[in-house]
């Protein structure tokens, strides 16, 4: 993922892990909505006064912690073509090369740009098989989901080598070739969307653990269901989240 699309992934992660982290916050018995659950908190605290342990983490800040080194490099190779692309096209602008010779050479820089996004996104998924016992975090249907994953991005880099092969050698169907193109970027898109959510997913699934396991009664994320804690009454639990995150990837 190239920082651009990082940035759109976070911040649907934001979402889409407060939504599931929300739902281990509420009483499964019960309705759903913030007064009720104030309410059973506020029956927790006369029952049982100082008891009550509530902690909240950043899913951003997790997010970046635990994924954004995975593919590092890949991910700079991705940069590193992207400032190409726009230096290609301030020569054009100046007139410097001929229009010809920019569609040609645009074609295969913005392949090559499409392939080092997608291998990033494999790197990451690769990481994460790789990973002892982050993928024992996730239900047996969420992990058939990654291996389709991981199996459909190896597929794509395949398409996608044989396309830059193409643009670099000379197209002969441009019409075929920017079609194959075009679906291999909506290919692209839709895995880069199935990675953030198995990326929350996991984080999910571990805030769950660690909340267990440390004794938290509610757990919530930061930017979509906290709206006030001081600290006295609810700890950040980011850190420690992030830390055992990272832990899976220490090869």
Do not use: C, W
């Not at 954004?68 to 590193?80: C, P």
């Not at 990451?124 to 249907?141: P, R």
């Not at 692209?188 to 769950?208: E, V, W």
């Amino acid at each position: 993922m190239s920082r651009n699309s990082l940035v759109v992934a976070v911040l649907a992660l934001v979402v889409a892990v407060g939504a599931l982290i929300l739902q281990f916050a509420l009483p499964s018995g019960g309705g759903g909505d913030v007064g009720d659950l104030e309410q059973r908190v506020r029956a927790l605290e006369g029952a049982s006064p100082g008891l009550l342990r509530i902690g909240y983490f950043d899913a951003e800040a997790v997010f970046k912690g635990a994924f954004y080194d995975l593919g590092a490099q890949e991910r700079d190779e991705a940069e590193s073509i992207a400032d190409d692309i726009r230096a290609l096209l301030a020569e054009r602008q100046r007139e410097a090369i001929s229009a010809e010779e920019y569609a040609t050479r645009s074609l295969e820089l913005q392949t090559d740009f499409l392939r080092a996004n997608v291998s990033t996104l494999r790197v990451t998924i690769d990481s994460i098989f790789a990973a002892e016992g982050l993928l024992g975090l996730l239900s047996a249907e969420d992990r058939l989901q990654a291996r389709t994953l991981q199996d459909n991005a190896a597929t794509l880099k395949s398409i996608i080598d044989q396309l830059l092969a193409q643009a670099r050698v000379g197209v002969v169907d441009a019409e075929t070739f920017q079609a194959n193109y075009t679906q291999a970027q909506a290919n692209f898109r839709n895995l880069d969307s199935a990675m953030t959510s198995l990326a929350g997913s996991l984080i999910s699934s571990k805030a769950r653990q660690y909340a267990e396991e440390n004794g938290y009664d509610l757990v919530f994320t930061q930017h979509t269901s906290l709206v006030y804690g001081s600290e006295d009454t609810a700890d950040n639990l980011t850190t420690g989240l992030t830390e055992e995150m990272v832990g899976y990837f220490d090869f």
